[in-house]
C-alpha cells in the first residue's frame, strides 16, 4: 500500500484523484487537471506522498 509508483493521490480541494508518475520529487508543484489549485507535493512520516494546497 505505500508503494508510490503510478499511483493516484487525491486532491485536497475537490477529492478528485491525480495521477503520479512516483519519480516527482517532494516540493514538486503540480497542478489539479480539473480544480486548477496548485498542489504542493509532501511527504508524510511514512514517507508516502501527499498533496496540500500551495496558494
Ligand atoms: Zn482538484
Redesign the pocket.
Known sequence: MSKTAGTYLD??????E?PISGEEDPKDEIF??????P?LLKKNRDDEFFLQENF
Do not use: S, W
Not at 486532491?11 to 478528485?16: G, R, W
Not at 489539479?32 to 489549485?37: D, S, V
Open positions: 486532491c485536497p480541494m475537490c477529492d478528485c491525480i489539479c487537471p480539473y480544480c486548477e489549485t498542489l
